[in-house]
């Protein structure tokens, strides 16, 4: 059964069709109908990122020290939220990776919660997205940890904390941080997909008042999962960067 086509997602095969072929083609990857190459999923995070982009854009000609109005409150509570979070997990460095744990939490928020708009999809409640994002987190942490302590301390954390252990602790390891790309992809996904579809059942059983429970639950979920998710990725980046294994 083909999906059904979302009213962005068609505007976005028309009139951008040939930019996301010429992607795909770069990519190599072939597509059955280059007429419609978008995807829901894929536009509707086309559609999160740009209100991500002009949110902070009218947040940056709105701050003020004197006179800061709702919107820099409101964006100053979750920098300081987050940030703290980061101080208690990652340590006294945990702010100078604040600006990954605040985008992923800003925009696995706004990916959930776009759902709960009438005509509009959450692009979470998609397999694809869940695991974007769970690769981002994966190769950063990956990174920092390199960074953090170079090649060679970094890798030795895998063999464990005794040499005769390692051919048993590496395998372990590489499985464990494998299970991370999973862990998170399928946490996000589940959670997500599952409120979408309850949600829609009680929509279609019962009175239009009815259902505005599990819409405010579907929105706590969002908020809990899109928290969770930067928590996460606050805990894989602690365990990178220290240098205590």
């Given at each position: ?39 829901n999923f894929v536009a509707m995070q086309v559609v999160v990122a740009i209100i991500v982009i002009v949110l902070f854009a009218i947040l940056r000609s709105r701050l003020s020290v004197d006179r800061p109005g709702r919107m820099q409150h409101v964006f100053e509570l979750i920098y300081d939220f987050i940030g703290g979070q980061a101080d208690e997990v990652v340590g006294s460095h945990g702010r100078h990776y604040l ?147």
């Amino acid at each position: 059964m083909p999906e059904h086509e979302l009213w962005v997602t068609a505007l976005f095969n028309r009139y951008f069709a040939g930019v996301a072929n010429a992607i795909l083609s770069m990519a190599g990857v072939h597509v059955e109908n280059a007429d419609k190459p978008w995807a829901n999923f894929v536009a509707m995070q086309v559609v999160v990122a740009i209100i991500v982009i002009v949110l902070f854009a009218i947040l940056r000609s709105r701050l003020s020290v004197d006179r800061p109005g709702r919107m820099q409150h409101v964006f100053e509570l979750i920098y300081d939220f987050i940030g703290g979070q980061a101080d208690e997990v990652v340590g006294s460095h945990g702010r100078h990776y604040l600006h990954l744990f605040t985008t992923l939490f800003l925009f696995v928020l706004l990916a959930n919660l776009i759902g709960v708009v009438p005509t509009f999809e959450s692009p979470t409640m998609f397999p694809p997205v869940p695991l974007g994002l769970a690769l981002v987190t994966f190769a950063y942490y990956n990174l920092m940890g390199v960074k953090a302590q170079g090649v060679g301390g970094y890798l030795k954390h895998f063999a464990g904390p005794m040499p005769l252990m390692a051919p048993l602790m590496i395998p372990i390891e590489l499985i464990s941080h494998v299970g991370r790309l999973l862990s998170l992809t399928v946490r996000l996904y589940a959670n997500m997909f599952a409120g979408e579809q309850v949600t829609l059942v009680f929509m279609g059983l019962v009175p239009l008042f009815v259902p505005a429970a599990f819409m405010g639950l579907h929105v706590f979920v969002a908020f809990l999962q899109a928290l969770v998710f930067a928590l996460l990725t606050m805990i894989y980046v602690s365990s990178a960067v220290s240098h205590e294994h």
